[in-house]
């Protein structure tokens, strides 16, 4: 990676760190199946500012699930499973009455199962970060199989027609390695696929994390702060989002992946494996989605990838086979976005791109910026006030006679600062942002008003 992309890198985890307040990243690019580009950011531990680095150990989330469905694959090949056999064949669980379609692995591999999110994952981690108070039985396997039981009228759809996330179909996966090979799901991983790919310090075991010299001290955003936490460790979901590692580790990983399985001589997978992993099996809104992996189209490249989060600890891993590269990024606290948003920006960056124009995370993000502050119509008469609220804007209005707010829209079929807000009747009323670059000057032009923008929008971490 050249120097421009480097610095383009560091640019934007800066300041994306200092505006959505993450404390530590740690980013590596691979590129001509080596690490071309690792480096860490900030602090992982603020209270002794020691900083984060390329080995720095995270909570990876539901990055995991890629691990586990490898695990899968190669228990396909060896010939101890199929991922068209009936998850019934394996674990003793009620999913549902006699004569369904029924639940396949490969249901469970793509979020097809039916089920939508039981909340167990959720659960859990509030639980271990005393952020809830429930009292809902998930203490050992028994509970979570009654628990799973119970939500049988749940299923919003037949098994391979309603792509819906869910953790549980993935904890149900780790229980069928158990079941098929005769060992816990972590020692299996680490056997299988840690050890081979030369990871020696990623585990799923939280004391082998504290020990680590260099783990991240975890964050958890609230209100306007953010507070260290406990490590929202769950043993049920350990498949679902266990793994702890860094993004040195995480490269090597890609390297597998964009050698069709293979490693440095190791052959962990055949490349019809691989591919099944990467393939999109069922359409999603944001991309297809394989067995553990999906893809986005990023800068006109295929980028297969996932994120993960545990509240505390976020990251994101992709790879264009394509290109040959491949993004690592891990923090220790969660946005309110998925990481995956900064890793397409690396992975821009790496290409060459301005983040800001080509991902549209990035890109919306700089022009919502330019719109949001404060407006005052001809003399000061009549005041509004732009903010962003979510993937909208909203427009509150104000002055002698007071006022009332409405979202504003992004109108796709018109120009990039074209919006509408709806009236009462759910009609479209058009509002028009006029944006002179030069002059440094943003008109809105809005039912009977013109406003004239005074201020910019106010952040402490501008």
Known sequence: MDTNAERTVGELVRRTMRRDRLPGVSVAVVADDSVAYADGFGSRDLAGNRPATPDTLYGIGS??????ALAVMQLQESGMLSVED????????????????????????????????????????????RRGTDTLALGDEADFHAHLAGAADERAAAPGERFAYCNTGYTLLGEVVEACTGKPFDEYVTAHVFEPLDMPRATFDDTE??????????????????????????????AAGGVLTSVRELADYLRLHLNDGEVDGSRLLSEAGVRALHEGH?????????????????????????SGSIAVSSAYAGFSPDEGL????????????????????VFAAALGEDPAEVVPFFERRARFDRLTGEYASYRGIKRAYVARDGGTLRLELGGALGGDGTPLVPDD??????????????????????????????????????FHKTADAVSEFD
């Open 63 to 68: 990055l995991t699930k890629s691990f586990t």
């Open 86 to 129: 009936p998850v019934t064949d394996y674990l003793d669980v009620d999913l549902g009455a006699e004569g369904d379609e029924p639940i396949r692995l490969h249901h469970l591999l793509t979020h097809s199962s039916g089920y939508p999110s039981l909340g167990v994952s959720e659960a859990l981690i509030a639980r271990r970060l």
């Open 209 to 238: 994390f504290a020990m680590d010299d260099d783990h991240m001290t975890q964050y958890l955003r609230e209100d306007d702060d953010i507070v260290a936490a406990s490590l929202p460790i769950r043993e049920r979901s350990r």
């Open 326 to 345: 491949g993004v690592a990024v891990a923090a220790n606290a969660s946005p309110d976005y998925p990481l995956a948003h900064l890793g397409m920006g």
């Open 413 to 450: 079929d018109g120009s990039r600062y074209d919006f509408y807000a709806l009236d009462d009747a759910g009609n479209r009323e058009p509002v028009e942002f006029r944006v002179d670059d030069d002059a440094g000057d943003v008109d809105l032009l809005y039912d009977r008003w013109r």
């Open 282 to 306: 069922v359409d999603t809104p944001a991309g297809p989605y394989g067995y553990g992996w999906r893809t986005r189209r990023v800068c006109d490249r295929d980028l297969v990838g996932h």
